[in-house]
């Protein structure tokens, strides 16, 4: 294939040339994927640290480079913290609609592989390849042959573990990283388990390893050996049975394809506190405009909306409204989110707030019914006069609506301009 497939040291023998026996779940996991897109636009940048992220005081790191990662960067970080341990990294401000597009690339590479596709983020998923072994072989073949097309096609790297169980492959794409393939066979699957640290076990932050520390369980195999009595006592019923099973490779769960989202948000940190209601006015009216761009890119439509205020006291208030009928319009959410903030009417400098439309339905078997008294050309054709204009030039090339409300006779302005 002309790639090495070849796992970091410490992998504990695993490798690309395991048995893959029953090993028909994939975890791909695309590499420092939105610092790996910005690379591959900008080529100056390779070998150099390159940390994505808010660029401003409260800003935080969304993904870095594996150079930047020497110097201890890491995601979820805060900018301010990252730019101390390596001052000569590059920053950049998020591409949102770069990395949406990259990660429309890589899972279709997915789901030509098979249709059992489970993602999980844009830049990672699951894959139940059992049904394609007669067409494309065995299961780590499968997995050189997604990484080898994110090479060919994107430019850009992958890691894969390849395993009996969802939990496992997980496991195994973190471990082989960067850029690299592991397979957990079968028959070994505690001996790859029982050695890591409690922290590998999904569900154990760092508080419950903290109490499990206190136990003397430190490893996935004290936890595996260790009474489920005492797991309950220190982590509770629920907790103790899923980490117990976990511990001994236990996962039932299945491939799921269908990952139907339950609600659609998006919300800013201001960089100062502000109070000024042309500042949140507009902060609002940006969030709500990205929301509907998702529900119309999404085919779906919601009931409800809400909006999330956090104060200068990080106090954080909610408040939400059901309307009379689903929408995916930018305005009407803006409308009803301005609404709500102005009920709120919240008395103090404000950090931080987020748009959301909840009670998501399909679009295409939602009947629109129109509203009385609405134009026959409204916000809702401005919009996806908008999308159109986005799809040509680019989604930069979109400006919000204006501030200013709209004329009787239909919108004064269009949801989005051509710059």
Known sequence: MGRSQAVPRGSGGFGAGGDDTGCSILHVDMDAFFASVEIRRDPSLRGRPVVVGGIGPRGVVSSASYEARRYGVRSAMPTGRARALCPHAVFIQPDGAAYAAASRTVMGIFRDMTPLV????????????????????RPTKIAALVRQRVSDELGLTCSVGVAPTKFVAKLGSTRAKPDGLLVVPTGQVLDFLHPLPVAALWGVGEKAAESLSRLGLRTVGDVARAPVGMLR???????????????????????????????????????????????????????????????????????????????????????????????????????????????????????????????????????????????????????????????????????????????????????????
């Open 118 to 137: 489970e993602p999980l983020s844009l830049d990672e998923a699951f894959l139940d390849v059992a049904g394609a072994r007669r067409l494309l072989g």
């Open 233 to 419: 006592a220190a982590l509770g019923e629920a907790a103790a049975v899923q980490l117990h099973e976990l511990s001994w490779g236990r996962d039932p769960r299945r491939v799921s394809p269908e990952q139907v989202d339950k609600s659609i948000g998006a919300e800013v940190t201001f960089d100062t506190d502000v109070s000024e209601e042309v500042v949140i006015r507009r902060a609002l009216l940006a969030l709500s405009d990205k929301v509907g761009v998702r529900l119309r890119r999404s085919d779906q439509v919601g009931r409800t909306v809400s909006i999330k205020v956090r104060l200068a006291d990080f106090r954080t208030v909610n408040r939400s409204r059901t309307l009379a009928v689903p929408t995916d319009v930018a305005r009407e959410v803006f409308e009803t989110a301005w609404a709500l903030f102005e009920a709120l009417q919240p008395g103090d400098r404000i950090r931080l707030v987020g748009v959301r439309v909840e009670g998501l339905t399909l679009a295409s078997s939602t009947p629109r019914q129109a509203t009385l008294g609405e134009p026959e050309h409204g916000w809702r054709d401005a919009e996806a006069a908008a999308d159109a204009a986005a799809a040509r030039f680019g989604r930069g090339a979109i400006r919000p609506a204006s501030l200013l409300p709209a004329s009787p006779d239909g919108p004064s302005g269009r949801a989005g301009a051509v710059s």
